[in-house]
T-cell receptor, first 113, second 113 residues
Framework: LAKTTQPISMDSYEGQEVNITCSHN???????ITWYQQFPSQGPRFIIQ???TKVTNEVASLFIPADRKSSTLSLPRVSLSDTAVYYC??????????????FGAGTRLFVKA | DTAVSQTPKYLVTQMGNDKSIKCEQN?????MYWYKQDSKKFLKIMFS???????INETVPNRFSPKSPDKAHLNLHINSLELGDSAVYFC????????????FGDGTRLSIL
């Protein structure tokens, strides 16, 4: 299973765009890339998922290059409430039919006023 | 309506005791998971059940025993609790396909005295 590497922490200011990059050099053909957000005392919350190229939803964009060995989560115009830990996740289908995921160490994003 | 609910939210007990954490999901998902998040915030998968069948069992001590009475429930029983078991335990569920995200509960903070 692919191991992920992402920056430990990042600082930003309100209104800025934040890009968090995750490396997953050993990603397999069947693996999807998923990003989660976690606030203190809460469980991780799904943000966005992609397989290749670019995915956009109402809260973020996910950029995946052709080789899929990395991905970048882009948060447009962050606010103070975006201060959280962001996890990059690579998942694979098991032969048993189950789905096993490997969480990275997470990136602590701190948004300042 | 809470999608994935865990009880209790906090659990403080002494070393050597046996305790259980309950998890229920009302999303109709086929797959449920238990994760452990340690003090360094690493999220590690412990178990996964698909339609009440164990499909993932990571290197977890035998003192940990998951039980799935039905597809909507996955409980975690821990025997002979040790200091190193102190952590936050998260339950999650998903449809089981790699392109479908997991939904997490808000965690159970287990503290061993």
């Amino acid at each position: 299973l692919a191991k992920t590497t992402q920056p430990i922490s990042m600082d930003s200011y309100e209104g800025q765009e934040v890009n968090i990059t995750c490396s997953h050099n050993n990603i397999a053909t069947n693996d999807y890339i998923t990003w989660y957000q976690q606030f203190p005392s809460q469980g991780p919350r799904f943000i966005i998922q992609g397989y290749k190229t670019k995915v956009t939803n109402e809260v973020a964009s996910l950029f995946i290059p052709a080789d899929r060995k990395s991905s970048t989560l882009s948060l447009p115009r962050v606010s103070l409430s975006d201060t959280a830990v962001y996890y990059c996740l690579v998942g694979a289908i098991l032969r048993s039919g189950g789905f096993k995921t490997i969480f990275g160490a997470g990136t602590r994003l701190f948004v300042k006023a | 309506d809470t999608a994935v609910s865990q009880t209790p939210k906090y659990l403080v007990t002494q070393m050597g005791n046996d305790k259980s954490i309950k998890c229920e999901q009302n999303l109709g998902h086929d797959t449920m998971y238990w994760y452990k998040q340690d003090s360094k915030k690493f999220l590690k998968i412990m178990f996964s059940y698909n339609n009440k069948e164990l499909i993932i069992n990571e290197t977890v001590p035998n003192r940990f025993s998951p039980k799935s009475p039905d597809k909507a429930h996955l409980n975690l029983h821990i025997n002979s609790l040790e200091l190193g078991d102190s952590a936050v335990y998260f339950c999650a569920s998903s449809p089981g396909d790699p392109d479908q995200p997991q939904h997490f509960g808000d965690g159970t903070r287990l503290s061993i005295l």
